[in-house]
């Protein structure tokens, strides 16, 4: 190894380079080939399960008004968001035989209640037989930033951390986006390219520039880099969706995008705003869309005719749906 060092030293400027270059690749998860092009990893076995949302499809299970989902891909798990109720996610895991245990990673995609108020009692409970279990949490910068209001602090995470890591789990704060695990990227603070206004006012939140309109800034989604697309994971879309599949694109290889899960908050858009967003998601080629939360019936029937999809690939989700790589979307039966 030292002789191999010592080759490289004594090499030309350029070949020190690639040297450099391609051990920051290999501890990326980014690879190139025999060309020396990149090659990011793929994911060759996904499925994502939604076990929050507002619509129950089946006998079993609860639904409310928030939102949680189960990635897994390639061996791997990581919850997205947490639900709004205590117990919520925990019921309809249980109902669906959906098995918890082992699952150490956490996603929160912003600050709202509806999406966080489940971690305590999911740790809480599922640390009883392993205490691994949701211990590390990954968020976007801002999301611990105070939100006033007359009525007093309106941000729910400034609370939960404290008692969280008092359990013994830990944060991790993104300022950029992030490789977690091979294929699966959380997108850190999503950049507003488009003036997409998909949060409801008029909150504020403090910032170390001053106070400011809180436009959710933390707001991030998962991206799944699969052998069919990409997959984008998102908890109320505050970012807005065109914004965030546009960063997705940036972050793997400009793919297209096989499938998005989760909140688009839609649901008070216009004709003219869900027209729009339609508009700007042909360019990315949305194969399917499993929406869920606060994306609207409505606009995700708009959605589904604009974008020419069916009512196979454009589902609205109820709890227990799923999109996979091996069968798609499998919807709920209220959805069917």
């Not at 030292?2 to 690879?31: E, H, K, T, Y």
């Not at 052998?227 to 065109?242: D, E, P, Q, R, W």
Request: proline fraction near 4%.
């Amino acid at each position: 190894m030292i002789q191999d060092l010592g080759a490289i030293r004594r090499g030309s400027p350029s070949r020190r380079a690639a040297v450099i270059i391609m051990f920051l690749c290999s501890v990326s998860g980014i690879a190139r080939n025999a060309m020396g092009q990149t090659v990011q990893h793929e994911i060759h076995a996904l499925k994502v399960t939604v076990l929050s949302t507002m619509l129950v499809g089946d006998t079993s299970g609860i639904g409310e008004w928030g939102f949680s989902a189960l990635v897994e891909a390639d061996g791997h798990r990581i919850l997205v968001d947490t639900g709004a109720r205590p117990d919520t996610v925990i019921r309809n895991a249980h109902d669906l035989h959906v098995d918890l245990s082992g699952v150490q990673e956490v996603v929160l995609t912003h600050s709202h209640w509806d999406h966080v108020d489940g971690l305590l009692a999911l740790r809480r409970e599922l640390m009883k037989n392993d205490p691994k279990a949701l211990s590390i949490v990954h968020v976007s910068e801002g999301i611990f930033e105070s939100r006033p209001a007359e009525s007093g602090e309106r941000n729910p995470m400034i609370a939960i951390r404290k008692e969280y890591v008092a359990t013994g789990g830990r944060f991790v704060v993104h300022r950029f986006s992030a490789e977690l695990i091979p294929g699966v990227w959380f997108t850190g603070p999503i950049p507003r390219v488009y003036p997409e206004h998909n949060w409801d006012g008029p909150g504020r939140v403090v910032t170390a520039a001053g106070v400011a309109e809180d436009n959710i800034p933390e707001d991030s989604s998962l991206v799944l880099n699969t052998a069919k697309g990409l997959v984008v994971v998102t908890g109320c879309g505050h970012a807005g969706i065109v914004n965030i599949v546009t960063q997705a694109a940036k972050l793997v290889n400009g793919k297209p995008i096989f499938g998005v899960v989760g909140g688009l908050h839609l649901f008070r858009a216009t004709d003219e705003t869900v027209d729009w967003t339609a508009s700007k998601l042909q360019g990315f080629h949305l194969a399917n869309l499993l929406a869920a939360h606060c994306t609207g019936i409505e606009a995700t029937f708009r959605l589904r005719q604009d974008l020419g999809l069916t009512r196979k690939s454009a589902v609205v989700a109820s709890v227990g749906s799923s999109l996979s790589l091996a069968a798609g979307i499998e919807a709920g039966p209220l959805a069917q």
